[in-house]
């Protein structure tokens, strides 16, 4: 299968040589090329150029031409924190807080993660992956290429394992790059209420390893949060996942200043998420580090958190990125162009630096830069084509309305 796409009014991303991340002033950086033309061969970008000169294609058999003409081409989204496998959606809860409860009260009378989990562990595997199978082609609609899944609604070991196969199956069967993150540590499950160290415990002995023994995961992440897990609890998760070969990405900071930012850095997170707020010496810690800060604009907006500093972070020049977090409790909706403009429109990136945070950025929190996340030569060919537009900065500008005309996946 061989694809050109012409007359690109302009081509956006483009490295031949492409940066692992972007971090600090580097994100304000979007390479564009006018009037461009992209050729993609057997699923992979071959070439691109400009319009001026199409020296490089001599063989026009086989092939499917797109006039892209008045559109912009960039490269897919990497949405590098999800919750895309559950079992329902939770709008009795939004009803409640609408009245007045907040997300922490919902939980404490056994709504949130604990009501998805209760739902999810009466489901079978065939039907939770059908309907992850539904938002997860909603998601590419909306222009994302690679996804990040998380297990943290089972709470059990088989339950866990069968998130897990799930997102395996989803890997398996759509041409969306998907890595699986084992989230036990997402909240102590109701059984366990009144013996906590029980349930960190099973985790430790039991869950890490079968998940790790199973192949079923590529990462360990935790509730790192008050009334969630502690930062020590915290550390001694992520240490145990580091023996079974799974790096971490953590959820910390979401409603307190829990001090753990330092010590996962540290420890060597590939990314820190949700950093709604943020302690004293929680941005120099991440400047100075590879760990990626991945922000969740939809979240903030959902639930009506504050939006996560990022001027601060890239101020200390922090290597940021953007993710939805879709999950049915603080952020039903796996929309990443939406994630990229309150980023722009609430935590005041530039429309080149919330691109980047949610493509290459994106995809080195899910250790994919290497064959996603820009427009180069070798890399799969996951790309977005816009409307017609005057320039990139329609996209974020246009919010709430999709303003992607097609999607690109491989
Ligand atoms: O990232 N904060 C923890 N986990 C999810 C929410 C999970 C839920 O409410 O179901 C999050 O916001
Ligand atoms: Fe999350």
């Not at 830069?369 to 977005?384: C, E, F, L, M, R």
Request: net charge negative; with cysteine.
């Amino acid at each position: 299968m061989r694809i050109l796409i012409k007359n690109i009014r302009g081509l956006a991303g483009i490295y031949e040589n492409p940066p692992a991340l972007l971090r600090g002033a580097e994100m304000d950086r979007l390479p564009i090329l006018e009037n461009a033309f992209l050729a993609i061969e057997n699923g992979r970008i071959a070439l691109y150029g400009s319009m001026d000169d199409w020296g490089g294609i001599t063989d026009w058999r086989n092939l499917e031409v797109i006039d892209a003409d008045g559109r912009f081409v960039l490269p897919a989204f990497c949405d590098s924190h999800t919750h895309l496998v559950f079992a329902a959606s939770r709008e009795s809860e939004f009803e409640d807080r609408i009245k007045g409860l907040t997300y922490e009260e919902i939980a404490a009378r056994g709504g949130g993660i604990l009501n998805s989990a209760g739902r999810l562990r009466d489901m079978s595997e065939d039907e939770l992956f059908d309907k992850a199978m539904v938002r997860l082609h909603q998601a590419v609609e909306s222009g994302t290429g690679a996804m990040e899944i998380k297990s943290g609604y089972g709470l059990t070991t088989e339950s866990e394992m069968k998130m897990l196969r799930v997102v395996k199956r989803l890997k398996e069967e759509s041409k969306v790059a998907i890595k699986a993150t084992f989230l036990g540590a997402h909240a102590i499950p109701a059984e366990f209420k009144s013996k906590r160290r029980a349930y960190i415990d099973l985790i430790l002995e039991e869950m890490i390893p079968a998940v790790a023994e199973a192949g079923l995961a590529d990462y360990i992440d935790a509730f790192c949060e008050v009334g969630y897990f502690s930062t020590d609890e915290t550390m001694e998760i992520v240490e145990r996942g580091a023996e079974y070969g799974l790096k971490s990405r953590i959820h910390v900071n979401q409603f307190n200043a829990t001090g753990a930012i330092p010590k996962l850095v540290a420890a060597g997170a590939v990314s820190v998420d949700h950093l709604e707020v943020l302690g004293d010496g929680d941005a120099e810690a991440l400047g100075g580090s590879n760990t990626i800060a991945t922000a969740l604009p939809l979240c903030s907006l959902f639930l009506g958190l504050p939006y996560t500093p990022l001027r601060e972070l890239l101020s200390q020049n922090a290597a940021v990125a953007l993710a939805t977090d879709y999950n049915p409790g603080s952020a039903p909706s796996g929309n990443m162009a939406m994630a990229v403009a309150l980023g722009c429109i609430k935590m005041k990136m530039t429309p080149a630096e919330a691109i980047n945070a949610a493509t290459l950025n994106g995809a080195a929190a899910i250790e994919l830069a290497d064959t996603h996340g820009t427009i180069t030569p070798g890399k799969v060919a996951n790309i977005i084509i816009t409307e017609p537009c005057e320039s990139l900065a329609f996209l974020p500008y246009s919010f709430g309305r999709p303003s992607i005309e097609r999607v690109i996946l491989g």
